[in-house]
């Protein structure tokens, strides 16, 4: 599956922002999805899973109740909502792709970055 995410952009804090994710070559549906970010000299950290029929989801503790996961298998796309941003949430954005499960370490498969920029 080849995997492109998109929607990022600058923002202000407390702003949202939709980030998506669109999958081709392969049918979205036949993978749990996730999103992870890598904000400037931190190591890569895991946001949001989901599974594959978008029943189970989990969440990075930071983001809880502010960001929600979801998917559209129809249109072969996920989405990531984030709202009351902050300045900390500034990083690259990846989507990621699992025949494994949503957990952080199952993800094979990724889209190139999309840039999220808070503004304090």
């Known amino acids: 599956v080849q995997l492109q995410a998109f929607g990022g952009g600058l923002v202000q804090a407390g702003d949202s922002l939709r980030l998506s994710c669109a999958a081709s070559?392969?049918?979205?549906?036949?993978?749990?999805v996730g999103w992870f970010r890598r904000a400037p000299g931190k190591e890569r950290e895991f946001v949001a899973g989901m599974g594959w029929s978008g029943g189970a989801t989990d969440y990075a503790t930071s983001v809880k109740g502010r960001f929600t996961i979801s998917r559209d298998n129809a249109k072969n796309t996920a989405y990531l909502q984030m709202n009351s941003l902050k300045p900390e949430d500034t990083a690259v954005y990846y989507c990621?792709?699992?025949?494994?499960?949503?957990?952080?370490?199952?993800?094979?498969?990724w889209g190139q970055g999309t840039q999220v920029t808070v503004s304090s």
């Open positions: 990621a792709a699992s025949l494994k499960g949503w957990r952080p370490v199952d993800y094979d498969w």
């Open positions: 070559r392969r049918t979205l549906s036949s993978y749990a």
